[in-house]
């Protein structure tokens, strides 16, 4: 099993981008990779479903950081859901969890990004 | 189990990480440790292995980083050795949490890391060996 796979669905005007596995140094340029093409294809409202990502060093962090001015220029956002309890304690940790909107799960994610969706 | 020990090396490429972190995180349930802070401690050995590939060695992927692993009553104990360029505890300058997140960038992260989930972090250097080392400390509670 590779160390990292990504999958990416579009939900209204959210893309919905799932890692699966463990960012680290080794994994993060995939994990770069697949957030610049979410935004240099426009898609600037961004869900990180994180129900199958088991870990995430400072590395993975500092992708999420360096695009998160941009999306934002663009009237966009980058939302967290599904957080696993380490993976919630590294954000809490760095204070990052004032910096995004963090929800429980990803129909809670919807809601707030999609105003009128309901569930 | 008083004062084992074990050692472990690997070459200085990150594909090596995630060996690496998955043995930190089982040594510190051996150790006694419960499941979050193994994880702690495996974030804190992700990022000071990464250190030691990517800024002690440059990312050149020749070079070996050498682990050792002590358990005693009282903690666990992560040694890790590098012959590359090394840092001084009195050169760590911490970022600050609440002045990162007004002024977000790359990078930086890592030893704030480190010394949030580990009891001690130090750095130092063996004259004799020519080596670096980064010790982690995690207290048993």
Same mark, same amino acid.
């Given at each position: 099993m590779a160390d990292l796979s990504i999958s990416v669905r579009q939900v209204g005007d959210v893309a919905v981008l799932l890692p699966a596995g463990f960012i680290n140094a080794h994994t993060v340029r995939d994990f770069e990779d697949a957030l610049e093409k979410l935004v240099q294809d426009g898609?600037?409202?961004? #869900?990180?479903?994180?129900?199958? #990502?088991?870990y995430i060093s400072s590395a993975g962090l500092g992708a999420i950081m360096g695009l998160i001015e941009t999306v934002r220029e663009h009237e966009g956002d980058i939302l967290l859901s599904n957080l696993q309890e380490n993976v919630f304690a590294i954000f809490d940790t760095l204070g990052f969890t004032q910096l995004y909107r963090v929800f429980g799960d990803e129909e809670q994610a919807m809601a707030e990004a999609i105003p009128g969706r309901k569930g | 189990m008083d004062h084992a020990q074990f050692r472990l090396i690997i070459p200085s490429?990150?594909?090596y990480l995630n060996l690496v972190t998955g043995l930190a995180k089982r040594a510190s349930l051996v150790a006694g440790l419960d499941d979050a802070a193994a994880a702690k401690v495996s974030i804190a050995v992700d990022e000071a292995v990464t250190n030691v590939i990517l800024h002690a060695y440059g990312g050149e992927g020749e070079h070996s980083v050498e682990l050792e692993l002590r358990f005693t009553e009282q903690a666990l104990e992560i040694h890790i050795w590098h012959s590359g360029l090394g840092i001084r505890g009195d050169q760590l300058v911490l970022p600050d949490p609440k002045e990162y997140i007004k002024h977000p960038r790359k990078g930086g992260l890592g030893l704030l890391l480190m010394s949030r989930f580990m009891d001690e972090v130090q750095f130092k250097a063996d004259e004799v060996s020519g080596l670096n080392e980064c010790c982690l400390i995690k207290k048993i509670s």
């Amino acid at each position: 099993m590779a160390d990292l796979s990504i999958s990416v669905r579009q939900v209204g005007d959210v893309a919905v981008l799932l890692p699966a596995g463990f960012i680290n140094a080794h994994t993060v340029r995939d994990f770069e990779d697949a957030l610049e093409k979410l935004v240099q294809d426009g898609r600037y409202v961004i #869900l990180l479903n994180c129900k199958d #990502l088991n870990y995430i060093s400072s590395a993975g962090l500092g992708a999420i950081m360096g695009l998160i001015e941009t999306v934002r220029e663009h009237e966009g956002d980058i939302l967290l859901s599904n957080l696993q309890e380490n993976v919630f304690a590294i954000f809490d940790t760095l204070g990052f969890t004032q910096l995004y909107r963090v929800f429980g799960d990803e129909e809670q994610a919807m809601a707030e990004a999609i105003p009128g969706r309901k569930g | 189990m008083d004062h084992a020990q074990f050692r472990l090396i690997i070459p200085s490429q990150t594909r090596y990480l995630n060996l690496v972190t998955g043995l930190a995180k089982r040594a510190s349930l051996v150790a006694g440790l419960d499941d979050a802070a193994a994880a702690k401690v495996s974030i804190a050995v992700d990022e000071a292995v990464t250190n030691v590939i990517l800024h002690a060695y440059g990312g050149e992927g020749e070079h070996s980083v050498e682990l050792e692993l002590r358990f005693t009553e009282q903690a666990l104990e992560i040694h890790i050795w590098h012959s590359g360029l090394g840092i001084r505890g009195d050169q760590l300058v911490l970022p600050d949490p609440k002045e990162y997140i007004k002024h977000p960038r790359k990078g930086g992260l890592g030893l704030l890391l480190m010394s949030r989930f580990m009891d001690e972090v130090q750095f130092k250097a063996d004259e004799v060996s020519g080596l670096n080392e980064c010790c982690l400390i995690k207290k048993i509670s």
